[in-house]
């Protein structure tokens, strides 16, 4: 037996590859990553002081298979059922080489799933997130998390599908709703749409470290790593988005000094290679746009008609009301706020009631000489958004238009 420090990061980064051998074998979603779980359990009960395997894989496998064995010899002797009889004794398995994270990935991401539960799906069987720690992170009671997780793993089992990485058109569908399922992980960890706080970490980083693991399997996929780039570059803003008290602080005003210099680097990088394959897509594009900002070493050296040219290219591959809210923010920088207020105007309808819609505008209303007209939007935007964080910074900047008046 070896020791090993981070017993919990190795568990993590293994409960996918151990999941993927068990549903791979015997076919059966919901009991494997029961199994799975109880066997990490027990791991992370022992390890820490008998010391990790020298085969920790391998141990996790047979453990889990172990645990499906005992599942199976309770339902048996519960139900008596015929094809649970067949299974009563699993064998031993071998530890095979392969590693099927990034079908179980695609798995998780299945087409039956609402975003939301696969969002949960995928934090709990590739992520190695325990079902509270996913519920605590929505804001949701943790049997609400279970009931929605439960749901999901029935959907996935009754739907048939087998255990292999789809073909064709149907892998390049999924991959869609696998950056979106990850996209999806990172927005609330980096910016969380309730609750007070203005971002969980965990999320972020968890979204990150699942996007490599799709970028080392796919690396020559440009959205995959225009998806990763995005990631690293939007991260690399964190510890200056928020003040000593958790309050919000807009990029405009953040000490760029506390940026992540390296994982600009890397993240720049990657979005350079990325734009030279291919047909342009999304998240490629959005990784520009944030490549953009972070090369910028003071927020007056911000390349805003590059960022204004790469919105107009997003808009028209996606129809996007909200890129169409950020180009009306760029427009305003190059044009003038005149220009933004007037692309906004377009959008409104299908932005209607919501709280960034009235925040731009209140900003660009800002810009235009018109405090009173933008103080009304500022407190429009505070009244709905469901953040702690950004409602007080919206309402402070209410307040301070007041005053003025």
């Not at 299908?350 to 505008?361: I, K, Q, T, W």
Request: with cysteine; proline share 5%; glycine share 6%.
């Amino acid at each position: 037996m070896n020791t090993e420090p981070r017993v919990e990061d190795l568990l993590r980064e293994l409960a996918p590859q151990v999941l993927g051998v068990l549903v791979r074998r015997y076919g059966d979603f919901p009991a494997a990553e029961d199994a799975v779980q109880e066997a990490l359990l027990a791991a992370a009960l022992h390890w820490p002081s008998d010391g990790t395997p020298d085969n920790p894989r391998g141990w996790l496998i047979q453990a889990a298979v172990r645990k499906l064995t005992d599942q199976y010899r309770s339902e048996q002797a519960r139900r008596r059922r015929e094809d649970v009889a067949a299974l009563r004794e699993l064998p031993a398995v071998d530890v095979p080489d392969r590693d099927d994270t990034l079908i179980l990935l695609f798995l998780c991401c299945h087409p039956a799933l609402t975003p939301a539960s696969a969002v949960a799906l995928t934090l709990r069987a590739v992520g190695g997130l325990t079902t509270a720690e996913i519920a605590n992170a929505f804001l949701v009671p943790e049997a609400t998390m279970a009931q929605r997780i439960t749901r999901a793993k029935q959907k996935i089992k009754s739907s048939g599908e087998p255990f292999r990485m789809p073909s064709g058109a149907e892998r390049e569908r999924r991959l869609r709703s696998v950056l979106h399922v990850l996209y999806l992980i990172f927005n609330e960890g980096y910016a969380s749409s309730v609750g007070s706080d203005l971002q969980r970490t965990e999320l972020a980083v968890e979204a990150i470290r699942l996007t490599r693991l799709a970028y080392r399997m796919l690396p020559e996929d440009g959205e995959v790593a225009g998806l990763l780039a995005l990631m690293l570059l939007t991260d690399a803003r964190r510890a200056a988005r928020a003040g000593a008290g958790g309050e919000l602080i807009p990029l405009a005003d953040q000490d760029r000094g506390l940026w992540d210099r390296e994982q600009i680097r890397e993240g720049v990088a990657l979005s350079t290679a990325a734009l030279a394959r291919g047909l342009l897509g999304e998240y490629r594009l959005q990784a520009a746009i944030a490549a953009v900002h972070d090369i910028a070493l003071r927020v007056e050296d911000t390349d805003w008609a590059q960022i204004l040219a790469l919105y107009g290219m997003l808009e028209r591959l996606t129809d996007n009301p909200m890129v169409s809210l950020n180009r009306a923010v760029a427009a305003a920088m190059v044009h003038g706020p005149r220009a933004g207020l007037d692309l906004l105007d377009a959008v409104a309808g299908r932005l209607a009631g919501h709280y960034r819609l009235d925040a731009v505008r209140a900003h660009l209303l800002e810009l235009a000489g018109d405090p009173a007209s933008a103080e009304k939007h500022y407190r429009a935007a505070a009244a709905r958004t469901t953040n702690l964080p950004e409602q007080q910074y919206l309402t402070t900047q209410a307040a301070r238009l007041h005053t003025r008046a």
